[in-house]
């Protein structure tokens, strides 16, 4: 339960001490007193972000609320695993913005975030307001009632993440078939590119050596002929001897004279090469009359090369590199288009997972649906609606999918004889729904467990007609629970065990907001005032018959 709460420089609550007990607390003042701040206050206890002040004039002071709690065994295992080692049965909240600094939240005395705090929303606290009427127009949040009253939050949830996922892999697979046209366009390209490549069979240089071949090719008769006449010549023995008869005479006559003798040994070693030249040529000649060759298929061949190297702009070796790149990258594409048909596969899984789920969440609020529907009968026969009828569409036996699950979830009324079910958001009065959503608050607190319970203004568009039924709910609500209430009906505070009002007063120039503890004849002046009779003797009579407190009744004698 929340014991206390205390609340510095927040707009108008400064120095501001409250005290609360267990069980029924309400919250009275008129419009305007400030009773919303309080809520804000309590509201920053649980994860909200600190309001900016609008118009302040006073200079900046720091911001600072602190609430105190005490936690049974079984409320201390409600907290997260981080809060839990934190905290024993006693929880201390304290939330502080120092002026041009951030929000910072400490819990009993450790530094937390606002996200960990607003985990406390659902654990420690249920908040019912004024607002809540207009989001029970909204199927999402019917929904999410039921769901909280099915106890299958969890299994929404998962819904919505395999719902999430799903739609993922609808996207994937709808770019895939783009993505996937795409690689098979390039993948048509490197086929093309590869094969031309293997089948030329390249080797680097080969150009080259077909340029030379083909030259040799085009003289080899002439150059064997012409070195078959170069042989005769240097065969020729008569050009011989008479080399060596000229050279013999001269070393007859030369004697010593070194330089006779030198040119001799060169006619000698000039015989000798001439020789050794006929046998190269003869070889030569040979060579070139036994070439082997077809000049047209090299020239082909050459064409071929030609074409390859100014097709790709790149010489042999660039293309053999080429080609291993384009066998590497075709690799790669197969792998991709494996993976873009495992994810029309993924797509198709998910969808059946998705589908299973939302099965069978759509059975359990069929149930739910069933069990609440019977509670809520109850409840608005004692809200002046006994002809009303409402069902749960749960979405068994549809097919269309949603992050709800199966088909459009959703309440549907029939709040007179003879009408038919149409939804909720199309059929009611403001009055009617009201009601309607009071009465589902109601069964949703007494079906749960929370320890705290807030209401603010539920009697909006309702009336004091039904103030009596609604104290009444709210007292047996706060039987085994706190309950802090804020009412504008005479009713419902006279049902309450601890009774606070609001005021706003002038301190120093400054409007403060300020809270008091109402008990034996202020109570009752206070239920007086709230009837509107103010300090009328008929008004003070009604407020003591509603509080039915005997010893108020001694004190004002």
């Known amino acids: 339960m929340l014991e206390e709460i205390r609340v510095d420089n927040l707009l108008l609550l400064d120095g501001l001490t409250l005290s609360l007990h267990p069980g029924f607390n309400v919250v009275s003042g008129e419009t305007g007193m400030g009773k919303s701040m309080l809520l804000s206050a309590i509201g920053l206890l649980f994860g909200d972000k600190l309001p900016a002040e609008p118009g302040a004039k006073s200079p900046p002071k720091e911001v600072r609320v602190e609430g105190r709690f005490l936690l049974t065994p079984a409320e201390r295992a409600r907290l997260t695993d981080s809060l839990r080692e934190l905290v024993d049965d006693e929880l201390v909240i ?129 150059l064997a002929s012409t070195l078959d006449e170069l042989v005769e010549l240097l ?183 003879g009408q038919d079910f149409v939804p909720l958001e199309d059929a009611v009065s403001g009055g009617e729904l009201s009601r309607i959503l009071l009465a589902l608050e109601s069964i949703l607190a007494a079906d749960g467990d929370l320890p705290f319970l807030i209401f603010d203004e539920i009697e909006g568009g309702v009336g004091p007609r039904l103030g009596d039924v609604l104290g009444e709910k709210l007292a047996h609500l706060a039987r085994h629970r706190q309950l802090l209430c804020i009412t504008h009906l005479p009713q419902i505070a006279a049902k309450a065990e601890h009774h606070i009002t609001v005021t706003k007063v002038v301190e120093g120039g400054m409007t403060r907001v300020r809270a008091r503890t109402l008990e034996g004849e202020g109570r009752c002046r206070e239920i007086a005032a709230m009837l509107g009779g103010g300090d009328d003797r008929l008004a003070l009579a009604q407020a003591r018959r509603m509080l039915g407190d005997q010893a108020v009744e001694e004190a004002a004698s």
């Open 235 to 417: 065969e020729d023995e008569g050009h011989r001897l008479a080399l060596t008869d000229a050279a013999g005479r001269l070393e007859r006559s030369a004697g010593d004279d070194e330089e006779v003798n030198d040119i001799i040994e060169r006619v000698f070693a000039l015989t000798d090469q001439a020789s050794d030249l006929a046998l190269d040529c003869r070889k030569l000649a040979q060579e070139r009359s036994n070439l082997d060759g077809d000049p047209s298929r090299l020239e082909e061949r050459l064409a071929t090369l030609h074409g390859l190297m100014t097709r790709f702009q790149a010489d042999e070796e660039e293309l053999l590199r080429r080609l291993e790149a384009w066998e590497k990258e075709l690799a790669r594409l197969d792998e991709e288009l494996d993976a873009l048909a495992d994810s029309e596969m993924q797509s198709l899984e998910r969808e059946d997972q998705l589908r299973a789920a939302a099965a069978v969440l759509a059975e359990r609020r069929e149930k739910a649906g069933a069990r609440l529907i019977r509670a809520l009968g109850k409840e608005l026969k004692e809200l002046r609606m006994p002809q009303a009828r409402m069902r749960v569409v749960s979405g068994v036996g549809e097919s269309v999918l949603s992050r709800r699950g199966l088909g459009q979830p959703r309440f549907e009324v029939a709040t007179n004889p």
């Open 94 to 222: 304290r939330v502080l913005r120092k002026p041009g600094a951030h929000q910072r939240c400490y819990v009993n005395g450790t530094l937390v975030s606002r996200k960990e705090l607003a985990l406390l929303r659902g654990r420690l606290v249920e908040v019912h307001g004024q607002r809540d009427t207009q989001k029970l127009l909204r199927p999402s949040e019917q929904v999410e009632l039921l769901d909280r009253f099915g106890g299958h939050i969890e299994a929404a949830r998962e819904v919505a993440r395999l719902y999430d996922s799903w739609q993922e892999a609808l996207q994937a697979a709808a770019s895939r078939v783009e993505r996937e046209e795409q690689l098979r366009d390039r993948r048509d390209l490197l086929e093309l590119r590869i094969r031309t490549l293997r089948e030329a069979k390249l080797d680097p240089g080969e150009a080259d050596r077909i340029g030379r071949d083909l030259k040799r090719l085009s003289s080899a008769k002439t």
